[in-house]
C-alpha cells in the first residue's frame, strides 16, 4: 500500500516545551492527517490482533494502550480547533470525519480475533499477579469492547456499527446548528438607546466589544454569550427588551437550524442499541459503568432535591411577585423577569449588586487566584510564556513547574467568547500525562466565553463567572497531576459521575475569604475588595438556590426521562410532559432546553449523565468539610491525600474507593443540600 502524504507536524509535535508548532497546520492538513492516522492504527491493531505468542497483558492489553498515537494527536488538535476556532472548512471536515472516526472504531471493537486475545488475557487476570492499576486497564479494554458490541453475531455487529456511525453525523449536526444559531443573532443598540441607561459599564463595555467584533462601527450587542446575556436580562429595565433576548437565547436549535428531528432520532437510536446489547434503555446501559449504576439511583438523588428546590423556588417566585406589584405592575412573573428582579432584590436583602462586586473581579486576577490556590495545595508554579504562540492569538500559554523547578506539564487558557468558539467552559487534553515508555508530560487547555473588554479596559467576571474560571481549572488540575501509568486511566478518564469531583471541590476555595481579599481588588482603584463586601457575598452565596437548583434539576431529569422512555416521537412535547408532571414553574426554564442541550446530544458524552454534577456534588461538599474540620483551608496532610487519592490516582482506582481513600467513609446527600441552602 502506498504510504499517504500528510504535513509531520500533525504528529511530531517539536515546538517549545513539545508543543505542536500550531501554525505549520493549514486546515486542509487534517483530512490526509487523519487517513494517515487511520491507516497506521489498523496496521497497529492487526499485528495485535494477529500476534503469534499466548495472549499476555504486555502483548495485548499494553500493545493496545501504545497503539494508535499519530491519531490521538490528529484528533486533538483537530476537535480543539473544532471547538474553539472553526470555520467552514473545518466544519465540513468535521460531517466527513465524524462517521468515519465511528466506523474506524467499530471496525477495532468488532475484530473477533483482537476480542479473543483480550477475553483470554481477562479470564486468566485472577492467576495473572496484576497490579489494581493493571487490572483497572484490563477491565476498561475488556468491558469496552463486550459494550461495543464484540459478542454479537456479525449481522448484528454490522448494525450496531451504522447506528454508531449515524449517531456521530447527528451529534456533529446537533453542535453545529447550536453554534449557527448563536453566532447568527444579536440585538443592536444605538449609542443613544434610553432603554441602556441603566446599564452598568461593565456590561456596556463588553456588549461594545461584541458590536465591534460582529462588524459595527459603534453602538451595543446583545449576544447569546452566557457572559453577556445573564447580566443583560438581569440589569435591563425594559421588559419588552428582555423577551426578544430571553425568547432567542431559549430558543435556539428550533429556529432555521431546526435540532428537533435530530434529537428524535438521536433517541431513537439510542434506544435501538442501548436494547441490541442487552440494555432495558440507554440509561441503563450508559450508567452501568458509573458510581450511580442505575436510572432509579439517579432518581432516587435527584427527586428529593427537586422537591426541596421547588418549594424554596415557589418562596422566591413569591418575593419576586411581590415587588413587581410594589413597582406597579400588573403583570405575572415571567422567566425574562427573574433574574432582573432576583437582582433587585439581592440588592435589598444582601445591601449588594452583582455590578457593585463586579469592578473586583478581574479575569487576570482570578487566573492568579486559580494558580495560588494550585500552588499552595499541590506545590505547582504556572510561568506564563509570552513567547510560545497557542493555537489561536487569544490563547496564553503556561509552563507548569512543580515544588523542585521541574517542567511537569503545559496549561493553556482560552477564556474569550469569539463567533468561531462553541458556547459553554470545557477543559480537555492535547496530551494526557502516563509513564508508559518513559511517559508523555500533560498539556492541557481551558476553554471559557467570557464577554471580551473594550479596548484598555480590564476584563470583568461576575461571581459564576469566577466559579466557571475555577470549576474548569479543577478539571485542568486533574488532568495535570494525573499520576498514572496507563494512558487509558489517566487524568479525567473516570467514572462520568466521579469526573465533576475534582473542578467542583476546586470551586470552594474561590470564596476562601484569604483567596478572595488577596485577589479581588478594584480594576481603577486597585484597593481591595472591602471586608463588609466579602461577608455580604458570602452570606448571599445561597440567594436564588431554588432558581438555581430547578433550572439544573430540570435538565437532569427530562435527561434522564428521554433516556428510560424509549423513542419519544415528540421530544418536545415529551419536554413539556415531563416537566408538568414535575410541576415545573411557569417563570423558569430548564438550564438547558432540548433543542440546544449541547451536553447530551452534540455528542454522547452526558447523555443520560447531566445528573452526574448533583452526583459529585455530593462528594465535593462532604470532602472540602475535611478541610473545614482540620481548621485551615491549605492544611497540608488533607492536601496531600487529597492529591494522591482523587486529583492523581485518575482510572486507576474505583471511583468509590479512591473517595474512601480520601476522606474515610462515603457521605449522604444532605450535605450537598446544605451546601446549597436547601435544608
Known sequence: MTPISYNSALVDWDGPLG????????????????????????????????????PTFDSVIVALERAGEALERVSALFWNRAGADTNDTIQA??????????????????????????????????????????LRVLERHWKGFVRAGAALDPDRQEKLAAINERLAELGTAFGQNVLADEAAWSLHLDDADARLADQPDFLLGAMAAAARERGHAGGYAVTLSRSIIEPFLAFCADRDLRETAFRAWVGRGEGGNDNRPLVAEMLALRDEKARMLGYASYAAYKLDDTMAKTPQAVNELLMPVWEKALARAGAEAAALSGLIAEAGQNHRLAAWDWRFYAERLRARAFDFSEAELKPYLQLDRMIDAAFDVAGRLFGLSFRYRDD??????????????????????????????????????????????????????????????????????????????????????????????????????????????????????????????EILTRYAVHHRTGEPIPPALVEKVLAARNFNAGFATVEFAASALVDMAFHTAGAPADPLAFEADRLAELAMPEAIVMRHRTPHFAHVFAGDGYSAGYYSYLWSEVLDADAFSAFEEAGDPFEPETAARLRRHIYASGGSLDPEEAYRRFRGQLPSPEAMMRKRGLL
Not at 27 to 45: K, L, N, R, S
Not at 436 to 442: H, M, N, Q
Open 93 to 134: 471536515l468535521e460531517r466527513a470525519i465524524a462517521p468515519k472516526l465511528s466506523r474506524h472504531h467499530s471496525r477495532i471493537a468488532q475484530n473477533r480475533r483482537l476480542f479473543a486475545r483480550v477475553d483470554a488475557v481477562w479470564q486468566a487476570r485472577a492467576a495473572s499477579g496484576l497490579s489494581t492499576e493493571q
Open 388 to 513: 510560545i504562540p497557542g493555537y489561536h492569538p487569544d490563547v496564553r500559554v503556561f509552563e507548569v513547574v512543580d515544588a523542585a523547578g521541574a517542567c511537569v506539564g503545559v496549561f493553556m487558557g482560552d477564556y474569550f467568547a469569539r463567533s468561531s468558539k462553541r458556547s459553554g467552559a470545557w477543559m480537555s487534553a492535547l496530551q494526557s500525562r502516563h509513564k508508559l515508555d518513559g511517559g508523555r508530560l500533560p498539556v492541557i487547555y481551558n476553554v471559557m466565553n467570557f464577554a471580551r473588554p473594550a479596548a484598555g479596559q480590564a476584563a470583568l467576571l461576575s461571581l459564576d463567572d469566577a466559579r466557571t474560571l475555577f470549576h474548569e481549572f479543577g478539571h485542568a488540575l486533574h488532568g495535570l497531576l494525573s499520576d498514572v501509568t496507563y494512558p487509558s486511566v489517566s487524568g479525567t478518564a473516570v467514572a462520568r459521575d466521579f469526573v465533576e469531583l475534582p473542578s467542583q471541590l476546586f470551586e470552594h476555595w474561590l470564596t476562601v475569604p
Open 19 to 54: 508543543l505542536p508548532r500550531f501554525a505549520a497546520i493549514a486546515d486542509d492538513d487534517y483530512g490526509p492527517g487523519f487517513d494517515a492516522a487511520i491507516a497506521a492504527h489498523e496496521a497497529e491493531i492487526e499485528a495485535i490482533a494477529a500476534g503469534p505468542s499466548e
